[in-house]
T-cell receptor
Framework: AQSVTQLGSHVSVSEGALVLLRCNYSSSVPPYLFWYVQYPNQGLQLLLKYTSAATLVKGINGFEAEFKKSETSFHLTKPSAHMSDAAEYFCAVRDSSASKIIFGSGTRLSIRP | GAVVSQHPSWVICKSGTSVKIECRSL??????MFWYRQFPKQSLMLMATSNEGSKATYEQGVEKDKFLINHASLTLSTLTVTSAHPEDSSFYIC?????????????FGQGTRLTVV
């Protein structure tokens, strides 16, 4: 069964600093991987997705993630944090376009002025 | 991108009553829809998967008689919380997947905040 583990329930960085949110996956087949962002009392917004094409995936709002099969990782990065990036971030996995999506526990990102 | 509309966005109901939440795919046909529940400051937990015209598949520990899911058409799924109690208060989110092979994404509704008093 597939699963994802997000290391760090809370990450705090200074405005302008590098953002790194960690995600490791487990899947018996080549997975589809996603990063979503959630603002308070709202639904989910897709940041980016990996679907077995390029291993470095660029998303919206300056975020990107790199799929590393050898490390079973799909960490999310952004070179320079903005105050507006403060939100909850979820890594997710599914093993086909028809299967359920399983979410990690989430990482709350705080940005210090 | 594809749009999924969830209604209502929030609802308050009395203990013992039933509440229905609708999830509609506005510009695509959703062969599969998923229902999630999210407690404050926690992740999304999958409750059930529904395919159009067939019975929903519930995750372990989810009471199917309490959380009734109907996926009667390719654009509409409903979740009915029956005989609601305060512990059912939560944020419920639906998601819809287009026909397999069209995209790897599932598209999410904006969520429904249920408060049972």
């Amino acid at each position: 069964a597939q699963s994802v583990t997000q290391l760090g329930s809370h990450v705090s960085v200074s405005e302008g600093a590098l953002v790194l949110l960690r995600c490791n996956y487990s899947s018996s087949v080549p997975p589809y991987l996603f990063w979503y962002v959630q603002y308070p009392n709202q639904g989910l917004q897709l940041l980016l997705k990996y679907t077995s094409a390029a291993t470095l995936v660029k998303g919206i709002n300056g975020f990107e993630a790199e799929f590393k099969k050898s490390e079973t990782s799909f960490h999310l990065t952004k070179p320079s944090a903005h105050m507006s990036d403060a939100a909850e971030y979820f890594c997710a996995v599914r093993d086909s376009s028809a299967s359920k999506i399983i979410f990690g526990s989430g990482t709350r990102l705080s940005i210090r002025p | 991108g594809a749009v999924v509309s969830q209604h209502p966005s929030w609802v308050i109901c009395k203990s013992g009553t039933s509440v229905k939440i609708e999830c509609r795919s506005l510009d695509f046909q959703a062969t599969t829809m998923f229902w999630y529940r999210q407690f404050p400051k926690q992740s999304l937990m999958l409750m059930a998967t529904s395919n159009e015209g067939s019975k929903a598949t519930y995750e372990q520990g989810v009471e199917k008689d309490k959380f009734l899911i109907n996926h009667a058409s390719l654009t509409l799924s409903t979740l009915t919380v029956t005989s609601a109690h305060p512990e059912d208060s939560s944020f419920y989110i639906c998601s819809a997947s287009p026909k397999p092979g069209r995209t790897t994404e599932a598209f999410f509704g904006q969520g429904t905040r249920l408060t049972v008093v």
